[in-house]
Nanobody, 117 residues
Framework: QVQLAESGGGLVQAGGSLRLSCAASGTIYSIDVMGWYRQAPGKQRELVATITSDGRINYADSVKGRFSISRDNAKNTVDLQMNSLNPEDTAVYYC???????????WGQGTQVTVSS
């Protein structure tokens, strides 16, 4: 069993920055992908960024060049540095770790990010 704990959300003005952190308790395997998703009010949950244990990264087009994901395999953490935030980035951000090959899929409780104009 894996538990994910997010931190770092909050209120920021447009153009500002925030850093989200996610710490996983339990066993994280090298095959596990870790990442961040978000859900804005009235919208479906969407991918923000994912990272594999060997550093392969995938970003949503909407955040490329502004957000940066990083992972510490030794500490089982994944961070999301968010720069140049705009009101469209307002959402609840969720940490996720998954490995379809192992039927593993875990989500955190989410952390609110609000960007004011």
């Amino acid at each position: 069993q894996v538990q994910l704990a997010e931190s770092g959300g909050g209120l920021v003005q447009a153009g500002g920055s925030l850093r989200l952190s996610c710490a996983a308790s339990g066993t994280i395997y090298s095959i596990d992908v870790m990442g961040w998703y978000r859900q804005a009010p009235g919208k479906q949950r969407e991918l923000v960024a994912t990272i594999t244990s060997d550093g392969r990264i995938n970003y949503a087009d909407s955040v490329k060049g502004r957000f940066s994901i990083s992972r510490d395999n030794a500490k089982n953490t994944v961070d999301l540095q968010m720069n140049s935030l705009n009101p469209e980035d307002t959402a609840v951000y969720y940490c996720r770790t998954y490995a379809p090959q192992l039927l593993r899929d875990y989500w955190g409780q989410g952390t609110q990010v609000t960007v004011s104009s």
